[in-house]
């Protein structure tokens, strides 16, 4: 499979890179910065240097066109205000998810959050960043012609991974390692049955590979 990620150099896009290619697919990571690309290569991917924030759906279309999944891991990141967590989180993914209909890409993941919620009241960053998220997600599930999958970690952590979770449709708040949200993402890409379906995910005591298809009813 070829399999195309918005946000190709974050830390759960370089884990997923380095896992599907270990997987004998085609990884293919979309990132602003051209100074990131050896480390795409590195974790075996294909760097795209395109800038989310500025680009046309046609042009993010290109991208994909040929794909068979689509996987946005993109955010404005750690230290950016809340108008970029408007344009990255909400923008971006809104467009990678039109250019993905247009591609023809049906399969489509996204990373969201738990907590996220177009809704939620408040005025810090933090707040604003869980709109954004939550807005993103709403768009993606009014899609018709995508095969979405919205996975919510939560607290992510460094820690090693240990290939055991919970994930399921509420877990409730807990950390996962983002070595484990990597995997978890690597296994939806491949089980087309969890289309339609909005996890949480965190840490537990089920083999990650046993957790999804438990969860696509396989």
């Known amino acids: 499979m070829r399999i195309v990620i918005a946000g190709g150099h974050g830390q759960?896009?370089?884990?997923?890179?380095?896992?599907?290619?270990?997987?004998?697919?085609?990884?293919?990571?979309?990132?602003?910065?051209?100074?990131?690309?050896?480390?795409l290569r590195e974790a075996g991917?294909?760097?795209?240097?395109?800038?989310?924030?500025?680009?046309?759906?046609?042009?993010?279309g290109e991208v994909l066109r040929g794909a068979d999944a689509a996987v946005f891991a993109a955010g404005a990141g750690p230290g950016s205000g809340a108008a970029?967590?408007?344009?990255?989180?909400?923008?971006?993914?809104?467009?990678?998810?039109?250019?993905?209909?247009?591609?023809?890409?049906?399969?489509?993941?996204?990373?969201?959050?738990?907590?996220?919620?177009?809704?939620?009241?408040?005025?810090?960053?933090?707040?604003a960043y869980l709109r954004a998220k939550g807005a993103a997600d709403d768009y993606v599930r009014s899609r018709s012609g995508l095969d979405w999958t919205i996975l919510k970690p939560g607290m992510l952590t460094n820690d090693a991974g240990t290939g055991l979770v919970r994930l399921?449709?509420?877990?409730?708040?807990?950390?996962?390692p983002r070595d484990d949200v990597a995997a978890v993402l690597a296994e939806l890409v491949e089980t087309p049955a969890t289309a339609g379906l909005t996890?949480?995910?965190?840490?537990?005591?089920?083999?990650?590979?046993?957790?999804?298809?438990?969860?696509?009813?396989?």
Do not use: C, N, W, Y
């Open 12 to 39: 759960i896009a370089l884990r997923l890179e380095r896992l599907l290619s270990a997987g004998g697919h085609e990884a293919a990571g979309i990132i602003r910065d051209p100074e990131q690309a050896d480390a």
């Open 45 to 60: 991917a294909e760097p795209v240097v395109l800038d989310l924030e500025s680009a046309s759906a046609d042009e993010v």
């Open 84 to 127: 970029r967590k408007d344009t990255v989180d909400r923008g971006a993914a809104e467009l990678f998810a039109d250019a993905a209909e247009r591609a023809g890409v049906r399969r489509f993941l996204m990373v969201s959050s738990m907590g996220a919620d177009a809704r939620r009241q408040g005025d810090e960053v933090f707040d």
């Open 168 to 176: 399921e449709a509420s877990t409730g708040r807990g950390p996962v």
């Open 199 to 218: 996890l949480e995910l965190v840490s537990g005591s089920v083999p990650v590979a046993v957790a999804v298809k438990a969860i696509a009813g396989e």
